[in-house]
Nanobody, 125 residues
Framework: VQLQASGGGLVQAGGSLRLSCAAS????????MGWFRQAPGKEREFVGY????????YYADSVKGRFTISRDNVKNTGYLQMNTLKPEDTAVYYC???????????????????WGQGTLVTVSS
């Protein structure tokens, strides 16, 4: 599975961006898609997760109510809609795919099998 993240850029605080994660290769509905971010000097942080075939979606408390994960199964593309952006949202954002595993902690980067290259989001105050 190959993942290609895109859509990052510079936006003012309060603005919106939509990130895309295009999946190719041996994609399958038996995957979950996660979004993570990493700010300079900080560890990679969980943002959200959804099962590719549909079902529950989970968000970090820091983005709940502002960010929304969606997917287009026809295009094999996932999206992260980010609204009401704050300067503290500035980071490189990564999409990742994980084979569905019972009991997996989807907030842990080590649970993921494939990663996109990251796209930079900068929120100015």
């Amino acid at each position: 599975v190959q993942l290609q993240a895109s859509g990052g850029g510079l936006v003012q605080a309060g603005g919106s961006l939509r990130l895309s994660c295009a999946a190719s290769g041996r994609t399958s509905s038996r995957y979950g898609m996660g979004w993570f971010r990493q700010a300079p000097g900080k560890e990679r942080e969980f943002v959200g997760y959804t099962v590719w075939s549909g079902g529950s979606t989970y968000y970090a408390d820091s983005v709940k109510g502002r960010f929304t994960i969606s997917r287009d199964n026809v295009k094999n593309t996932g999206y992260l809609q980010m609204n009401t952006l704050k300067p503290e949202d500035t980071a490189v954002y990564y999409c990742a795919a994980a084979r569905l595993r019972f009991g997996a902690n989807v907030a842990k980067p080590s649970e993921y099998d494939y990663w996109g290259q990251g796209t930079l989001v900068t929120v100015s105050s």
